[in-house]
Protein backbone atom coordinates (compact mmCIF):
# COMPACT_ATOMS: atom_id res chain seq x y z
CA UNK A 1 0.00 0.00 0.00
CA UNK A 2 1.76 3.36 -1.01
CA UNK A 3 0.45 6.52 0.74
CA UNK A 4 1.61 9.92 -0.62
CA UNK A 5 2.32 13.29 1.55
CA UNK A 6 -0.71 14.55 0.30
CA UNK A 7 -2.98 11.79 1.58
CA UNK A 8 -1.04 11.95 4.80
CA UNK A 9 -2.61 15.29 5.68
CA UNK A 10 0.36 17.32 5.97
CA UNK A 11 -0.52 20.94 6.15
CA UNK A 12 0.08 23.96 2.84
CA UNK A 13 3.19 25.09 3.75
CA UNK A 14 4.96 21.38 4.48
CA UNK A 15 3.30 20.03 1.75
CA UNK A 16 4.92 22.28 -0.60
CA UNK A 17 8.61 22.00 0.21
CA UNK A 18 11.11 24.21 -1.24
CA UNK A 19 11.65 22.93 -4.49
CA UNK A 20 7.96 22.58 -5.31
CA UNK A 21 7.64 26.13 -3.78
CA UNK A 22 10.13 27.65 -6.25
CA UNK A 23 8.20 25.89 -8.72
CA UNK A 24 5.07 27.45 -8.50
CA UNK A 25 6.74 31.18 -8.19
CA UNK A 26 8.41 30.55 -11.20
CA UNK A 27 5.23 29.35 -12.80
CA UNK A 28 3.34 31.99 -11.33
CA UNK A 29 5.87 34.70 -12.37
CA UNK A 30 6.23 33.52 -15.52
CA UNK A 31 2.36 33.23 -16.12
CA UNK A 32 1.81 37.31 -14.56
CA UNK A 33 5.00 37.61 -17.39
CA UNK A 34 2.85 36.60 -20.59
CA UNK A 35 -0.49 37.74 -19.24
CA UNK A 36 1.48 41.59 -19.48
CA UNK A 37 3.05 41.65 -22.20
CA UNK A 38 2.11 38.22 -25.11
CA UNK A 39 -1.61 38.57 -23.85
CA UNK A 40 -1.55 41.75 -23.26
CA UNK A 41 -1.33 42.39 -26.75
CA UNK A 42 -3.48 39.22 -28.54
CA UNK A 43 -6.59 40.41 -26.29
CA UNK A 44 -10.32 39.86 -27.49
CA UNK A 45 -12.34 43.56 -27.99
CA UNK A 46 -9.48 44.70 -25.31
CA UNK A 47 -9.70 42.01 -23.17
CA UNK A 48 -6.68 40.14 -21.23
CA UNK A 49 -7.02 36.96 -20.44
CA UNK A 50 -6.26 36.09 -16.89
CA UNK A 51 -3.23 33.28 -17.32
CA UNK A 52 -2.59 33.46 -13.35
CA UNK A 53 -6.01 32.77 -12.47
CA UNK A 54 -6.26 29.57 -14.92
CA UNK A 55 -2.98 28.57 -13.20
CA UNK A 56 -3.97 28.98 -9.52
CA UNK A 57 -7.54 27.13 -10.69
CA UNK A 58 -5.46 24.39 -12.60
CA UNK A 59 -2.85 23.69 -9.47
CA UNK A 60 -6.05 23.85 -7.16
CA UNK A 61 -7.46 21.15 -9.29
CA UNK A 62 -4.24 18.86 -9.47
CA UNK A 63 -3.02 19.47 -6.24
CA UNK A 64 -5.75 19.87 -4.18
CA UNK A 65 -7.31 23.11 -1.38
CA UNK A 66 -4.18 23.20 0.82
CA UNK A 67 -1.96 24.10 -2.50
CA UNK A 68 -4.87 26.21 -3.75
CA UNK A 69 -5.41 28.45 -1.24
CA UNK A 70 -1.38 29.20 -1.16
CA UNK A 71 -0.75 29.67 -4.34
CA UNK A 72 -4.05 31.57 -4.83
CA UNK A 73 -3.29 33.96 -2.02
CA UNK A 74 0.13 34.29 -3.03
CA UNK A 75 -0.81 34.69 -7.19
CA UNK A 76 -3.45 37.59 -6.51
CA UNK A 77 -1.20 39.56 -4.35
CA UNK A 78 1.45 39.64 -6.83
CA UNK A 79 -1.42 41.03 -9.35
CA UNK A 80 -2.50 43.70 -6.90
CA UNK A 81 1.02 44.80 -6.68
CA UNK A 82 1.02 45.09 -10.02
CA UNK A 83 -2.18 47.04 -11.53
CA UNK A 84 -2.19 50.51 -10.92
CA UNK A 85 -4.84 51.77 -8.45
CA UNK A 86 -6.12 48.67 -7.29
CA UNK A 87 -6.52 47.97 -3.35
CA UNK A 88 -3.75 45.51 -2.08
CA UNK A 89 -5.43 42.42 -1.00
CA UNK A 90 -8.48 42.41 -3.20
CA UNK A 91 -7.14 39.83 -5.69
CA UNK A 92 -5.52 37.75 -3.39
CA UNK A 93 -8.63 37.30 -0.99
CA UNK A 94 -10.93 36.61 -4.10
CA UNK A 95 -8.04 33.82 -5.54
CA UNK A 96 -7.39 32.75 -1.64
CA UNK A 97 -11.14 31.77 -1.84
CA UNK A 98 -11.21 30.31 -5.94
CA UNK A 99 -8.14 28.22 -4.72
CA UNK A 100 -9.52 26.53 -1.77
CA UNK A 101 -13.22 25.86 -3.27
CA UNK A 102 -11.72 24.49 -6.64
CA UNK A 103 -9.41 22.32 -4.49
CA UNK A 104 -12.60 21.14 -2.60
CA UNK A 105 -14.43 20.67 -5.53
CA UNK A 106 -12.40 18.49 -7.28
CA UNK A 107 -12.92 15.08 -5.14
CA UNK A 108 -16.67 15.81 -6.33
CA UNK A 109 -15.90 15.88 -10.13
CA UNK A 110 -14.87 13.32 -12.46
CA UNK A 111 -11.06 13.86 -12.42
CA UNK A 112 -10.55 11.53 -15.70
CA UNK A 113 -13.10 13.87 -17.96
CA UNK A 114 -10.63 16.25 -20.19
CA UNK A 115 -13.91 18.79 -19.47
CA UNK A 116 -13.59 19.03 -15.68
CA UNK A 117 -10.39 21.41 -15.66
CA UNK A 118 -12.20 23.57 -18.35
CA UNK A 119 -15.30 24.04 -17.03
CA UNK A 120 -13.60 24.68 -13.59
CA UNK A 121 -12.03 27.31 -15.10
CA UNK A 122 -15.17 28.80 -16.92
CA UNK A 123 -16.77 28.82 -13.36
CA UNK A 124 -13.77 30.42 -11.53
CA UNK A 125 -13.31 32.90 -14.13
CA UNK A 126 -16.90 33.82 -13.29
CA UNK A 127 -17.03 33.88 -9.88
CA UNK A 128 -13.73 35.96 -9.78
CA UNK A 129 -14.43 38.93 -12.10
CA UNK A 130 -17.87 39.18 -10.11
CA UNK A 131 -16.48 38.87 -7.20
CA UNK A 132 -13.86 41.37 -7.54
CA UNK A 133 -16.15 43.68 -8.93
CA UNK A 134 -18.48 43.66 -6.36
CA UNK A 135 -16.05 43.88 -3.74
CA UNK A 136 -14.45 46.67 -5.36
CA UNK A 137 -17.95 48.56 -5.95
CA UNK A 138 -18.70 47.99 -2.07
CA UNK A 139 -15.52 48.94 -0.81
CA UNK A 140 -15.61 52.56 -2.78
CA UNK A 141 -13.62 52.01 -5.91
CA UNK A 142 -14.35 54.08 -8.49
CA UNK A 143 -15.12 51.64 -11.29
CA UNK A 144 -16.19 51.29 -14.68
CA UNK A 145 -20.22 50.87 -15.91
CA UNK A 146 -22.26 47.69 -15.38
CA UNK A 147 -22.24 46.75 -19.19
CA UNK A 148 -18.45 46.91 -19.14
CA UNK A 149 -18.04 44.76 -16.72
CA UNK A 150 -20.14 42.16 -17.54
CA UNK A 151 -18.84 42.56 -20.85
CA UNK A 152 -15.43 42.14 -19.66
CA UNK A 153 -16.58 39.39 -17.30
CA UNK A 154 -18.16 37.17 -20.16
CA UNK A 155 -14.59 38.06 -22.36
CA UNK A 156 -12.27 37.09 -19.46
CA UNK A 157 -14.62 33.55 -19.08
CA UNK A 158 -14.43 32.66 -22.76
CA UNK A 159 -10.92 33.67 -23.67
CA UNK A 160 -9.51 31.70 -20.03
CA UNK A 161 -11.82 28.42 -21.01
CA UNK A 162 -10.07 28.82 -24.87
CA UNK A 163 -6.45 28.86 -23.08
CA UNK A 164 -7.32 26.06 -20.56
CA UNK A 165 -6.81 22.88 -23.14
CA UNK A 166 -3.28 24.28 -23.74
CA UNK A 167 -2.18 25.57 -20.74
CA UNK A 168 -3.91 22.71 -18.35
CA UNK A 169 -1.40 20.15 -19.66
CA UNK A 170 1.68 22.11 -19.34
CA UNK A 171 0.67 22.83 -15.68
CA UNK A 172 0.24 19.54 -14.74
CA UNK A 173 3.72 18.33 -16.26
CA UNK A 174 4.98 20.50 -14.18
CA UNK A 175 3.22 19.78 -11.12
CA UNK A 176 3.70 15.94 -11.56
CA UNK A 177 7.02 16.57 -11.80
CA UNK A 178 7.41 18.44 -8.39
CA UNK A 179 4.64 16.49 -6.42
CA UNK A 180 6.37 15.52 -3.00
CA UNK A 181 5.16 11.60 -3.80
CA UNK A 182 7.38 10.47 -0.91
CA UNK A 183 5.88 6.74 -0.52
CA UNK A 184 5.59 5.09 2.22
CA UNK A 185 5.38 1.24 2.20
CA UNK A 186 3.47 -0.42 4.38
CA UNK B 1 -9.27 8.82 0.31
CA UNK B 2 -8.39 9.83 3.82
CA UNK B 3 -8.17 13.58 4.28
CA UNK B 4 -8.43 15.65 7.49
CA UNK B 5 -10.52 18.79 5.89
CA UNK B 6 -10.00 20.75 9.16
CA UNK B 7 -6.34 21.63 8.53
CA UNK B 8 -7.14 23.27 5.36
CA UNK B 9 -10.18 25.29 6.61
CA UNK B 10 -7.49 26.55 9.18
CA UNK B 11 -5.08 27.79 6.05
CA UNK B 12 -7.73 29.50 4.44
CA UNK B 13 -8.72 31.03 7.01
CA UNK B 14 -5.18 32.41 7.88
CA UNK B 15 -4.96 33.59 4.37
CA UNK B 16 -8.29 35.27 3.89
CA UNK B 17 -7.43 37.38 7.62
CA UNK B 18 -4.06 38.00 5.77
CA UNK B 19 -5.58 39.39 2.67
CA UNK B 20 -7.76 41.28 5.03
CA UNK B 21 -5.04 42.61 6.88
CA UNK B 22 -3.22 43.77 3.17
CA UNK B 23 -6.61 45.80 2.45
CA UNK B 24 -6.94 47.45 6.00
CA UNK B 25 -2.99 48.38 5.42
CA UNK B 26 -3.77 49.44 1.73
CA UNK B 27 -6.81 51.70 3.01
CA UNK B 28 -4.69 53.12 6.39
CA UNK B 29 -1.65 54.01 4.40
CA UNK B 30 -2.38 54.74 1.12
CA UNK B 31 0.74 54.03 -1.60
CA UNK B 32 3.06 54.49 1.06
CA UNK B 33 5.04 52.47 3.29
CA UNK B 34 5.29 48.74 3.42
CA UNK B 35 2.74 48.17 0.41
CA UNK B 36 4.80 50.44 -1.73
CA UNK B 37 7.85 48.63 -1.24
CA UNK B 38 6.12 45.32 -2.07
CA UNK B 39 4.95 46.76 -5.12
CA UNK B 40 7.87 48.16 -6.21
CA UNK B 41 9.61 44.44 -5.30
CA UNK B 42 7.11 42.91 -7.38
CA UNK B 43 7.42 45.54 -10.59
CA UNK B 44 11.25 44.89 -9.96
CA UNK B 45 10.96 40.54 -10.38
CA UNK B 46 8.61 40.70 -12.78
CA UNK B 47 10.47 43.44 -15.36
CA UNK B 48 13.35 41.11 -16.17
CA UNK B 49 10.77 38.38 -17.77
CA UNK B 50 8.42 41.11 -19.17
CA UNK B 51 11.51 42.48 -21.05
CA UNK B 52 12.46 39.07 -21.96
CA UNK B 53 8.79 38.21 -23.48
CA UNK B 54 8.79 41.91 -25.19
CA UNK B 55 12.40 41.53 -26.93
CA UNK B 56 11.35 38.40 -28.17
CA UNK B 57 7.88 39.51 -29.69
CA UNK B 58 8.40 43.13 -30.60
CA UNK B 59 10.79 42.12 -33.65
CA UNK B 60 8.28 39.03 -34.83
CA UNK B 61 5.73 41.77 -34.75
CA UNK B 62 7.29 44.37 -36.35
CA UNK B 63 8.76 42.14 -39.11
CA UNK B 64 4.79 41.11 -40.11
CA UNK B 65 3.34 44.60 -39.71
CA UNK B 66 6.15 45.68 -41.55
CA UNK B 67 5.64 43.43 -44.50
CA UNK B 68 2.07 44.66 -44.99
CA UNK B 69 3.10 48.08 -45.18
CA UNK B 70 6.04 47.88 -47.45
CA UNK B 71 4.10 49.35 -50.15
CA UNK B 72 3.64 52.75 -48.22
CA UNK B 73 6.87 52.74 -46.73
CA UNK B 74 8.69 54.41 -49.68
CA UNK B 75 6.02 57.40 -50.06
CA UNK B 76 6.44 57.62 -46.04
CA UNK B 77 9.96 58.07 -46.41
CA UNK B 78 9.96 61.03 -49.03
CA UNK B 79 7.26 62.86 -46.94
CA UNK B 80 9.35 62.18 -43.47
CA UNK B 81 12.28 64.14 -45.21
CA UNK B 82 10.51 67.26 -46.63
CA UNK B 83 8.53 67.11 -43.08
CA UNK B 84 12.38 66.87 -41.33
CA UNK B 85 13.56 69.87 -43.25
CA UNK B 86 10.74 71.64 -42.07
CA UNK B 87 11.11 70.63 -38.61
CA UNK B 88 14.23 71.42 -38.23
CA UNK B 89 14.27 74.83 -39.60
CA UNK B 90 11.00 75.44 -37.11
CA UNK B 91 13.21 73.55 -34.20
CA UNK B 92 16.01 76.46 -34.48
CA UNK B 93 13.13 79.41 -34.00
CA UNK B 94 11.03 77.60 -31.43
CA UNK B 95 14.47 76.82 -29.33
CA UNK B 96 14.74 80.81 -29.31
CA UNK B 97 11.40 81.16 -28.30
CA UNK B 98 11.60 78.34 -25.67
CA UNK B 99 14.85 80.09 -24.57
CA UNK B 100 12.53 83.72 -24.22
CA UNK B 101 9.80 81.83 -22.55
CA UNK B 102 12.28 80.56 -19.99
CA UNK B 103 13.61 83.70 -19.07
CA UNK B 104 9.98 85.63 -18.87
CA UNK B 105 9.30 82.20 -16.41
CA UNK B 106 11.64 82.99 -14.16
CA UNK B 107 11.16 87.08 -14.54
CA UNK B 108 7.85 86.14 -13.91
CA UNK B 109 8.29 83.61 -10.97
CA UNK B 110 5.80 81.57 -13.45
CA UNK B 111 5.56 77.39 -13.37
CA UNK B 112 7.81 76.11 -15.32
CA UNK B 113 6.48 75.52 -19.22
CA UNK B 114 6.68 71.76 -20.41
CA UNK B 115 8.54 72.04 -23.49
CA UNK B 116 11.73 73.34 -21.21
CA UNK B 117 11.89 71.08 -18.82
CA UNK B 118 13.97 67.79 -18.30
CA UNK B 119 12.98 64.54 -19.63
CA UNK B 120 13.32 61.10 -19.97
CA UNK B 121 12.83 59.21 -23.06
CA UNK B 122 11.19 55.76 -22.09
CA UNK B 123 10.12 52.61 -23.98
CA UNK B 124 6.90 51.32 -22.99
CA UNK B 125 7.79 47.09 -22.54
CA UNK B 126 4.74 45.74 -21.00
CA UNK B 127 0.65 46.42 -19.98
CA UNK B 128 -0.82 45.26 -16.25
CA UNK B 129 -1.93 42.09 -16.59
CA UNK B 130 -5.47 43.25 -15.36
CA UNK B 131 -8.56 44.44 -17.18
CA UNK B 132 -9.77 47.60 -15.07
CA UNK B 133 -6.97 49.03 -14.20
CA UNK B 134 -5.11 51.14 -17.30
CA UNK B 135 -1.04 50.81 -16.75
CA UNK B 136 1.84 50.18 -18.70
CA UNK B 137 5.20 49.64 -17.73
CA UNK B 138 8.74 51.59 -19.23
CA UNK B 139 12.10 50.61 -19.16
CA UNK B 140 13.33 54.06 -17.17
CA UNK B 141 13.21 54.43 -12.84
CA UNK B 142 14.74 56.26 -10.09
CA UNK B 143 18.54 56.09 -11.45
CA UNK B 144 17.19 58.01 -14.86
CA UNK B 145 15.63 60.76 -12.46
CA UNK B 146 12.16 59.32 -12.19
CA UNK B 147 9.95 59.80 -9.26
CA UNK B 148 6.84 58.99 -8.29
CA UNK B 149 3.54 61.50 -9.51
CA UNK B 150 5.96 62.74 -12.73
CA UNK B 151 3.87 63.65 -16.15
CA UNK B 152 4.48 61.09 -18.91
CA UNK B 153 4.04 62.66 -22.51
CA UNK B 154 3.42 61.10 -25.75
CA UNK B 155 3.94 63.16 -29.00
CA UNK B 156 -0.06 63.25 -29.27
CA UNK B 157 -0.30 64.43 -25.60
CA UNK B 158 -0.36 63.70 -22.01
CA UNK B 159 -0.28 59.37 -21.18
CA UNK B 160 -0.84 59.62 -17.56
CA UNK B 161 1.91 59.60 -14.12
CA UNK B 162 4.51 57.50 -12.72
CA UNK B 163 2.99 55.45 -9.82
CA UNK B 164 5.65 52.89 -8.48
CA UNK B 165 8.96 53.39 -9.63
CA UNK B 166 12.26 50.29 -9.27
CA UNK B 167 15.60 51.73 -10.29
CA UNK B 168 14.87 50.94 -13.63
CA UNK B 169 11.69 50.59 -14.21
CA UNK B 170 8.45 52.62 -13.37
CA UNK B 171 4.34 51.85 -13.59
CA UNK B 172 2.85 54.38 -15.37
CA UNK B 173 -1.03 55.20 -14.53
CA UNK B 174 -2.82 55.92 -17.89
CA UNK B 175 -5.16 58.61 -18.05
CA UNK B 176 -7.78 56.56 -18.80
CA UNK B 177 -7.53 54.82 -15.47
CA UNK B 178 -10.81 55.22 -13.00
CA UNK B 179 -8.43 56.54 -10.50
CA UNK B 180 -7.04 59.18 -12.56
CA UNK B 181 -7.77 63.10 -12.44
CA UNK B 182 -5.86 65.97 -13.72
CA UNK B 183 -7.11 69.86 -13.40
CA UNK B 184 -7.93 70.81 -17.02
CA UNK B 185 -8.88 73.84 -18.88
CA UNK B 186 -10.79 74.38 -22.03
CA UNK B 187 -7.86 75.83 -24.94
CA UNK B 188 -9.91 79.52 -25.55
CA UNK B 189 -12.51 79.26 -22.88
CA UNK B 190 -12.08 80.41 -19.18
CA UNK B 191 -13.43 76.62 -17.79
CA UNK B 192 -11.36 75.19 -16.12
CA UNK B 193 -12.35 71.73 -14.41
CA UNK B 194 -11.33 67.88 -13.53
CA UNK B 195 -10.53 65.36 -15.70
CA UNK B 196 -11.21 61.89 -15.13
CA UNK B 197 -10.63 58.36 -16.75
CA UNK B 198 -13.81 55.98 -17.30
CA UNK B 199 -11.81 52.88 -18.18
CA UNK B 200 -10.19 52.31 -21.82
CA UNK B 201 -13.75 51.42 -23.58
CA UNK B 202 -14.95 54.89 -22.38
CA UNK B 203 -13.88 58.95 -23.28
CA UNK B 204 -12.33 60.81 -20.63
CA UNK B 205 -15.19 62.24 -18.42
CA UNK B 206 -14.68 66.45 -17.37
CA UNK B 207 -16.17 68.61 -14.42
CA UNK B 208 -16.13 72.08 -14.81
CA UNK B 209 -15.96 74.10 -11.65
CA UNK B 210 -18.39 76.80 -13.08
CA UNK B 211 -21.59 76.09 -14.04
CA UNK B 212 -22.35 78.14 -17.11
CA UNK B 213 -19.99 77.08 -19.67
CA UNK B 214 -19.57 77.90 -23.58
CA UNK B 215 -17.72 74.45 -24.21
CA UNK B 216 -18.75 73.07 -27.29
CA UNK B 217 -18.00 69.77 -28.89
CA UNK B 218 -14.19 70.12 -31.00
CA UNK B 219 -12.72 72.09 -28.14
CA UNK B 220 -9.25 71.02 -27.21
CA UNK B 221 -8.79 70.25 -23.85
CA UNK B 222 -5.14 71.06 -21.93
CA UNK B 223 -3.65 70.51 -18.66
CA UNK B 224 -4.27 73.88 -16.39
CA UNK B 225 -1.26 73.37 -14.49
CA UNK B 226 -3.75 74.50 -10.86
CA UNK B 227 -2.31 71.12 -9.60
CA UNK B 228 0.73 69.68 -7.79
CA UNK B 229 1.56 67.23 -10.85
CA UNK B 230 0.70 68.42 -14.51
CA UNK B 231 2.22 71.45 -15.65
CA UNK B 232 -0.15 73.51 -18.19
CA UNK B 233 -0.79 73.11 -21.81
CA UNK B 234 -0.16 69.84 -22.21
CA UNK B 235 -2.97 68.47 -24.94
CA UNK B 236 -5.35 66.15 -23.46
CA UNK B 237 -8.16 65.45 -25.77
CA UNK B 238 -11.26 66.82 -27.83
CA UNK B 239 -14.41 67.28 -26.22
CA UNK B 240 -16.64 64.87 -28.22
CA UNK B 241 -19.89 65.80 -26.29
CA UNK B 242 -21.07 69.02 -24.47
CA UNK B 243 -24.84 68.60 -23.27
CA UNK B 244 -26.83 69.22 -20.37
CA UNK B 245 -28.55 66.38 -19.25
CA UNK B 246 -32.12 66.64 -17.35
CA UNK B 247 -32.14 68.10 -14.06
CA UNK B 248 -28.31 68.69 -14.09
CA UNK B 249 -27.33 72.36 -14.17
CA UNK B 250 -24.34 71.87 -15.70
CA UNK B 251 -23.00 70.23 -18.64
CA UNK B 252 -22.10 66.94 -18.97
CA UNK B 253 -18.70 66.96 -20.98
CA UNK B 254 -16.78 63.80 -23.11
CA UNK B 255 -13.16 64.27 -24.22
CA UNK B 256 -11.74 61.95 -26.11
CA UNK B 257 -8.04 61.44 -25.65
CA UNK B 258 -5.26 62.45 -28.15
CA UNK B 259 -3.30 59.35 -27.00
CA UNK B 260 -4.19 55.85 -28.52
CA UNK B 261 -3.62 53.51 -25.43
CA UNK B 262 -3.59 50.77 -27.13
CA UNK B 263 -0.49 51.52 -29.53
CA UNK B 264 1.51 52.97 -26.73
CA UNK B 265 5.41 52.67 -27.71
CA UNK B 266 7.72 55.64 -26.56
CA UNK B 267 6.70 58.25 -24.65
CA UNK B 268 8.54 61.23 -22.11
CA UNK B 269 9.15 61.74 -18.33
CA UNK B 270 9.06 64.89 -17.33
CA UNK B 271 11.18 65.27 -14.79
CA UNK B 272 9.27 68.06 -12.24
CA UNK B 273 11.89 68.87 -8.75
CA UNK B 274 10.74 67.72 -5.13
CA UNK B 275 9.32 71.36 -4.62
CA UNK B 276 6.12 70.62 -6.88
CA UNK B 277 6.03 67.09 -6.82
CA UNK B 278 4.56 65.24 -3.53
CA UNK B 279 6.23 61.89 -2.70
CA UNK B 280 3.04 60.76 -1.34
CA UNK B 281 0.76 59.18 -4.64
CA UNK B 282 -2.33 60.02 -3.06
CA UNK B 283 -5.14 60.72 -5.19
CA UNK B 284 -5.25 63.88 -7.60
Known amino acids: ?186 | MYRKPGRGRVLLLVFLALSIIVITIDYREGSGGILRTAKEWSVAVVAPIQRGFTTVVRPVGNFFASIGELSDLRDENERLKDENEELASENSQADEVLQENERMSDLLELEEAWPAMDKVHAQVYAKDAGNYGEGVYIDKGREDGIRPNMPVLAPEGLVGKTLSVTAHESLVVLLVDTNFGANARVKDERDTGLVRGRGSADPLTMILIGKNSDVEVGDEVTTSGLDEIYPPAIAIGEVIRAEVQGGQASKTIDVEPYVDIAKLDKVMVLIRDGRAVGEAAGED
Open chain 1, 1 to 186: MAVSARERGLTGFSELGIGRAAAFAGMLLLAVAIQSTLLAQATVLGVIPQLVLVLVVSLAFLDGERVGTVVGFFGGLLIDALLPGAVMGLTALIFTLIGYGVGLLRYMTPSDSVWTPVLTVAGASAVAELGYAALAIILGQRWVSLDETIKIAGLVVLYNTLLTPFVFPLIRRVADRFRPERVIRL
